[in-house]
Structure formats: C-alpha cells, structure tokens
C-alpha cells in the first residue's frame, strides 16, 4: 500500500473522529457547558453546518496546488478542535465545531483527486476507498476512545487529541505526499457547469436519499438494541466497533469491487442491499443475534456504496472535480439530519425503536432506483461501446 494513500486516510481518520465523536460524548459535553442535550444537539448541526458552507468555498482555492490545499484543510481541522477543547461556554463551542466542519467535505474532495492521481492503472476507486478508510476506522476505534477519554478523564481531552493527530497528519502529507498536477482552472463559471447534466444530479440525490435511509435506523440503534434486541446497555460499545468492522470490510469491497465491476453497478448493489437489510431489521430486530449480523452488513452497505459514489462524482464534474467530489459530502450530510429527523417521527408517536429502520426503507429505494437510472444512462453506454 502506498504512503502517500496512507497519509490522506489518516486525515480523513482525524476527521471521522471529528464529525462522529459528539454523538457518543453529548452527555459530557451538555453537563460541563450547563446546557441541556436538546441544546447540545446543536453542536452536532454546527458541524454539519460547517461541513455544508466549506465544500462550495473551495473553489476560491481551486488555483493552488492540490497538496498546499490539503496541508490549510488540515490546519483548519487542529484550529478548529483545539479551539473546542478550551471552549469556556456553549457560543464558543458552537463556533469552534462549525470551524471544525469547514475543511470537512472540502477535504474529502480534494483527497479523492489526489488519490485517484496517485493510483495504479484500474485502481483508482481503491485508492479512493483506502482514503476513506480513515472515517471507518475512526468508527471502529477512534469514536470508542474518544467516547471513553470523555467518561474517564475529559470530553475536553478528545478534541484535543484530534487537533494533535491533525499536526501529524500535515507531517505525513508533506512527507508523503507527492506534489501532483493541478487540475485545470476553468474559471470561476466552469466550476459549475457540470451541473447542467443530470449525472451528478442523480449521483448526489442517491447519497442523499441513500444515507438518509440508513440513518434512520442508525441514529437510534442504541435504543433499538437495548430495548428491541434484549442487550444490555453496557454492551453497546462492543456492538459499535462491530459496525465499525463492518464500516471497514464494506469500504474496502466496495472500492474494489468498482475497479471490477463499475462503480455505478456496486454502488446501485449496495444501495439496493441496505434497502432489502433494513426491512429485515424492521422485521427481525427482536432476534438478538440476527439483528446484530444485519447492523454489521447494513453499516457495511453504507461504506461500499461511499467510495464509488466519490469516484463518480469526479468523473462526471469535468471542470470543476473539487467542487463535485466535496459536494458527495454535503449530500451525506443532509441526508444524515434528514434521516435523523424522520426516523424520530414513530418514536415521537410513541412506536417501537425497530420503526425507524421501516421508515429508512423507502429512502434506500429511492437511492437504489437513482443509482439504477444512473448506471442505465450512463455507465451502461460506456461499457457496450
């Protein structure tokens, strides 16, 4: 495995624990700053915020070579974590997460460039997943660190250990890293024009649609688990790592099964799998070893459709790839508050924890048929001629 590939995944594990982190220390946080969870919340928005304002505003930086733009993406994260880690009150936190957000999508599109650069012949969508696999293991043992640092000494000391990982993963890139060639600049118009064509469109609407669905489900899984499947809440924690093992094995097929098979054919799979996955959730979650078995292919599905979806997005953004490979992860973004949101509405309504996954089945369908439509019209074309 190349350096180079190892060094963009170590920063997209910083940012991984970043993004997913406050889920797991909300409690802490809430209680230090004299806030309620309700309001806590908002710090969770604040990134997804953050993460929605810094992709597009890459494009003022398209002129730069693709390493120094990662290098200041990087820089931004430790400011942005290290300011959370010293946050007096609540207004400062919610400021130093939406810092934390801006480099977020932006970093993914950029490292997606470079990674596909640096790959062998056929090989680009693995590159584009070894890349990734930074945010799953940053759920499979970042998350469960930072979520223990916060219980045993201080939720103050993860963010802190992030914007230290960040100075060396800026080491590793200048190291590692080779300078690569700059993507032609096309103006400040050009940047947008890919929009124009429909490709990306149904590109970015199945991610959306797609992670919705399964966040949905994802966002109550602990509940769901605990009062659903019969587990204890102590072993909870054990669980997550396995979603995040299953984060990892999907990442990695999927990646490369797409230099295989078509990024579009896997990830329309994929997308098609986690549909069929959180029906049989919906329906078997009180079968305490099955549901475990389909949280692990269900995370997995979500991963396998990531890499493929990153690599499309390039393809089909001529003129303005940063702008499109950044944008896959707004898409995710939006489609984590969406999902969030109406997979709480049964709960709400006083229905039973296995709904939201019932209710994240029809985004997954909607994800499927745009990926289909996608690989149909497009990717289809390209193979018979």
């Excluded at 012949?121 to 979520?147: C, D, Q, R």
């Excluded at 396995?242 to 990830?267: C, E, H, Q």
Aim: glycine share 12%; net charge positive.
């Amino acid at each position: 495995m190349k350096k180079s590939l190892i060094a963009l995944a170590f920063g997209t594990l910083g940012l991984g624990i970043a993004e997913f982190v406050m889920m797991g220390i909300l409690p802490d946080v809430a209680k230090n700053l004299h806030i309620n969870i309700a309001t806590a919340g908002h710090l969770i928005s604040a990134y997804a915020l953050g993460v929605c304002v810094g992709a597009p505003m890459l494009i003022l930086a398209r002129k730069f070579p693709l390493k120094r733009i990662l290098m200041g993406l990087v820089a931004i994260v430790m400011i942005g974590n290290i300011c959370a880690s010293l946050a007096p009150n609540y207004w400062v936190m919610l400021v130093a997460r939406f810092i934390s957000g801006l480099p977020h999508g932006a970093y993914f599109g950029v490292a997606s460039i470079v990674a596909e650069k640096l790959a062998d012949k056929g090989k680009g969508s693995e590159a584009v997943s070894i890349m990734i696999a930074g945010m799953t293991i940053a759920n499979l043992f970042g998350v469960p660190l930072g979520t223990s640092l916060s219980a045993s000494i201080s939720w103050r000391l993860t963010f802190l250990l992030v914007g230290a990982w960040s100075v060396i993963i800026m080491y590793y890139i200048w190291r590692w890293v080779p300078q690569v060639e700059n993507l032609p600049d096309t103006g400040l118009k050009g940047q947008f024009r890919f929009l124009k064509s429909p490709a990306p469109w149904l590109l970015l609407g199945a991610t959306m649609l797609g992670n919705g669905g399964v966040f949905c489900w994802y966002s109550y899984v602990n509940p769901l688990l605990t009062h659903v499947s019969g587990f204890s809440p102590h072993s909870i924690t054990f669980f997550m790592v396995l979603a995040g093992f299953g984060m990892v094995v999907g990442n990695l097929t999927g990646g490369k099964m797409s230099d295989k098979y078509t990024p579009g054919r896997v990830a329309a799979f994929a997308q098609g799998s986690i549909c069929i996955v959180l029906l049989m959730i919906f329906f078997f979650a009180k079968v305490p070893w099955l549901s475990v078995l389909l949280m692990c292919l269900c995370t997995a599905g979500l991963f396998a459709v990531s890499s493929p979806q990153q690599v499309l997005l390039i393809r089909y953004s001529k003129g303005g790839e940063m702008l499109g490979a950044a944008s896959v992860q707004v898409a995710f973004n939006l489609g984590n508050a969406i999902g969030a949101y109406c997979g709480g509405l049964p709960l709400q309504a006083n229905m039973g924890y296995q709904y939201p996954a019932l209710i994240g089945a029809p985004f997954a369908l909607c994800g499927f048929i745009l990926l289909t439509i996608f690989f149909r019209k497009y990717e289809s074309m390209r193979i018979r001629s």
